[in-house]
Structure formats: structure tokens, C-alpha cells
């Protein structure tokens, strides 16, 4: 298994592109089962996570073109197989988002339930709930959701909570339904615009995406389109709180500063001088960072994928600050791993004291999930000496070309195989 080396020390300086967003490609390359034409994407990140996407719609009978610089071509004119197998979902839980979409098209889906999940226990009632209340038969058979409708109908349909991927999969399914579905208490996270975005240049008819309330009026059928996905917030986060621990300088170039405005809040409480452009961030770090509380909650309010991020850079600030995770129930597992390089932190139940220490020292460190491991990178940076990150597989799920990436800003880090 692939490991991590870090030599810590070297402030980040330089400029570096983002990629597209994950969450916002992997719903988008679902729609593509949606209709039987080609669709065309670009800024298509190269992840593991993409990855296994496009093998879960291939098995399904999907074509699919690689072109260079993150282009896509997705044709599910021969989608012969509504199956999601576990060996695939079990890997990913983002392959529940299949399920709205193969029903809409093809009347019937059986897809695995996605199991547990390292991060807490992340049921799918939610997706399964707002399907039946559209007139789908659903039941769950040998770990399987096995789903039919000959054709969904719209409805009006109120979340318990407010499920990212929830609303992704009931809006997809709803664009190809009988008439209008109100989705109510919906996501507004802005990858949920960029699909509304991209099914809009297929035919859908959806309004009030980015709100709480969206709602589709149902069509017989949607076309290929052409779509370029949005930045990663997240890893945009993620290289400027990397900047922002080292002492860095650094300018982010394609991507936007409007999907950030809690984290970029926060970083600039913690004495960063941060520069927004139209397409670019510009970062620069103060001689020592002050120590900034976070509580997370849906969009707009701070992402919980940025809150192992925000965990590790208060590890070396001045002061102290608590760290408040509201959406999963066991999204602490980095505190662990932040404390064997000598970060002082104290969990309780779903707060996270850290007191910043002057500095960290490097040691061999597990990454436990996708974000986590964000955390020990940032931490493996600042410390000193060499810091050395195992199952580093949960790190390439999500952040492209990571360490090419960091080396171009100057930081001394080596994928060991
Ligand atoms: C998405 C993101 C993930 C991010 C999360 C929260 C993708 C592919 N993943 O995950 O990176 O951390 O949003 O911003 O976009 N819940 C239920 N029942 C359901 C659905 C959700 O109880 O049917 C609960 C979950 O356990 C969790 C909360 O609702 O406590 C929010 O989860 P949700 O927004 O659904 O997360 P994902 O969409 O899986």
C-alpha cells in the first residue's frame, strides 16, 4: 500500500490550479444514465473515486471515452444492466446516487446498500423515502435496494435532515417523472447547482437550486449536453489551510473564492491575508496563526470535509479553540493520529478542544478517511523532521495529483510504493 513521506518545515509558495470538484463530478457522471445520448464532460478530476464511478456505469452498459485534460464522453444508449454490485458500492458510498437515476430510466434498480462507513453510520432512508413517496416499490433484499416503478411521479417531499446526496438522487430522479416534485428542506450546496446546471443543459426543467426548496417539473425525455464541472471547494480549502499552517504565500488559480466564504472567514480570523480574484485566491500567512473555533453544518455554513483541515492548522496556533462537528457522529478519528505528532487535543462526544502547541514533530501516522488524511498531510508539513502517512489510498479518492501538486509549492513530500 502506497505511503506518504513528508519532510516538514518548507513554507508553501507558489501558484497551483484546482480541479474539479468530486462531488459535484460524480453526481453529474450519474446523470448520464438519465438519457440515451451522448453527454460531454470536462474539468473531470482523475481520482480513485472517478474511477470506480465510471466502472460501476460501464458494468451497466454505459460507453465511456476518456479524452485528455479531464474530458469525458458518457453514451448510456445501450444501459442494459440497472445493477449496482456491492464489490463496487461497498468502496464508495457516493454509488447510492445511481439509484434515483436507473429508476427514472429504466423502471427498475438493484443497488447494493453502501454498509458502513468509517465516518459514522450514514444510513440511505432518506433517498429511499422520498423515492416511494414518488410511487416507487422499494425493498431491501440481501443487502440490496431493489427498486421499481414503471413511472415515477412527482411529489412533494419533505427531508428529515438535509441529505447532500439525498437531494442529488431525488432531483434526478424527479426530471423524468409525471409531472412537478417539490423537494423541501433540500441541500444547497453548490455542487447541487452545478447538477441542476448540467440537467438543465439536458432537458430539465428545475428551479430553485442552491435554495431549499427546488422543484422539478417532470419531462418525457432529456438529451446530451456539454458540461464543464465546477471547482473543488474542498481542495481549494485544503491547499489554502496547507498555506496558511506552513507560513506560505500562495495563489490558487481556477477556482473561485463565492463557494468558500465560511472558510475563508475563518482563515482570515486566523491572521491570513487573503486576496480574492475572480478566478484565483491569493494567500499569505501570518508569522503565527491564532487559533479560530468551528462549528459545521450544511452550506453555506462550514463543510464538515473541512473540519480535520481546520483541526490540524489549530494545532500550532496561538491560543485555543473548539472544534464543533454537527453532521457525523465519528469524524474525530484524525485527533488520534494529530496527537501521536504531539498536537494537544481533547474530544468530547462531539467537541474537540485544541490547544496549539509551538510545534509538531514528525512520526508515522494511519490515515483513517478521505478528509483525515487532508489533516495529517497539513500536520506532516509543519512538523519537524520526516512525518510518514500509511493507506494513503483514502487521500487519492479525493485529491488529484496530490503530492505533484505539493511539491510544486515547495514542500519535500515522496509517495513510497
Ligand atoms: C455528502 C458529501 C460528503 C460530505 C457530506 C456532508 C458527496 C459525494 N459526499 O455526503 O463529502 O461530507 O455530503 O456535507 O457529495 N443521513 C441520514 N439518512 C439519509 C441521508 C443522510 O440519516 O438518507 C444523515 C447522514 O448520516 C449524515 C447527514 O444526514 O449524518 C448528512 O449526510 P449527507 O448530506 O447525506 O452526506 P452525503 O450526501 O453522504
Do not use: W
Amino acid at each position: 500500500m502506497d505511503k506518504l513521506l513528508i519532510e516538514g518545515g518548507a513554507p508553501l509558495v507558489g501558484e497551483v490550479a484546482v480541479s474539479g470538484a468530486k462531488n459535484a463530478a460524480l453526481p453529474i457522471i450519474c446523470a448520464s444514465l438519465l438519457c440515451g445520448d451522448t453527454l460531454n464532460l470536462t474539468n473531470i478530476p482523475q481520482l480513485n473515486d472517478v474511477a470506480t464511478m465510471l466502472r460501476l456505469i460501464g458494468q451497466m452498459g454505459v460507453a465511456v471515452t476518456m479524452g485528455d485534460n479531464g474530458m469525458l464522453a458518457l453514451d448510456s444508449g445501450k444501459l442494459d444492466n440497472p445493477v449496482a454490485p456491492y464489490e463496487l458500492v461497498k468502496t464508495m458510498r457516493a454509488s447510492i446516487l445511481v439509484l434515483g437515476p436507473l429508476l427514472a430510466r429504466c423502471g427498475e434498480a438493484k443497488v447494493s446498500l453502501p454498509g458502513g462507513c468509517a465516518i459514522g453510520a450514514r444510513p440511505v432512508d432518506q433517498h429511499i423515502k422520498g423515492l416511494q413517496a414518488m410511487g416507487a416499490e422499494i425493498r431491501v433484499e440481501g443487502g440490496y435496494v431493489l427498486a421499481r416503478a414503471p413511472r415515477l411521479k412527482g411529489a412533494r417531499i419533505v427531508t428529515d435532515m438535509v441529505t447532500v446526496t439525498g437531494t442529488e438522487n431525488l432531483m434526478m430522479a424527479a426530471v423524468l417523472a409525471e409531472g412537478e416534485t417539490v423537494i423541501e428542506n433540500a441541500a444547497r450546496e453548490p455542487e447541487i447547482v452545478d447538477l441542476a446546471n448540467c440537467l438543465t443543459a439536458m432537458g430539465a426543467r428545475i428551479a430553485g437550486a442552491g435554495s431549499d426548496r427546488i422543484s422539478i417539473q417532470g419531462v418525457e425525455r432529456l438529451h446530451g449536453a456539454d458540461h464543464a464541472v465546477m471547482p473543488d471547494r474542498i481542495e481549494t480549502g485544503t491547499y489554502l489551510c496547507a498555506a496558511a499552517a506552513t507560513r506560505g504565500d500562495v495563489v490558487l488559480t481556477r477556482t473561485s473564492a463565492a463557494l468558500l466564504d465560511a472558510v475563508i472567514g475563518k482563515l482570515r480570523e486566523a491572521g491570513c491575508a487573503i486576496e480574492c480574484r475572480p478566478d484565483s485566491i491569493a494567500l499569505k500567512a501570518p508569522r503565527r496563526l491564532k487559533s479560530v473555533g468551528v462549528r459545521t453544518a450544511p452550506y453555506p455554513a462550514f463543510p464538515t470535509d473541512m473540519q480535520a483541515q481546520f483541526m490540524a492548522i489549530n494545532c500550532v496556533a496561538e491560543g485555543a479553540a473548539v472544534i464543533r462537528e454537527t453532521i457525523f457522529e465519528n469524524r474525530f478519528m484524525h485527533a488520534v493520529e494529530l496527537i501521536r505528532l504531539g498536537a494537544d487535543i481533547r474530544i468530547d462526544a462531539s467537541n474537540a478542544v485544541v490547544t496549539g502547541v509551538p510545534a509538531l514533530d514528525g512520526a508515522t501516522v494511519m490515515a483513517t478517511d478521505l478528509r483525515a488524511s487532508a489533516s495529517l498531510v497539513i500536520a506532516g508539513l509543519v512538523a519537524r523532521g520526516e512525518t510518514l502517512i500509511e493507506r494513503i489510498y483514502h487521500l487519492d479518492r479525493g485529491y488529484e495529483h496530490i503530492e505533484e501538486k505539493l511539491r510544486r509549492l515547495g514542500a519535500n513530500v515522496r509517495r513510497l510504493r
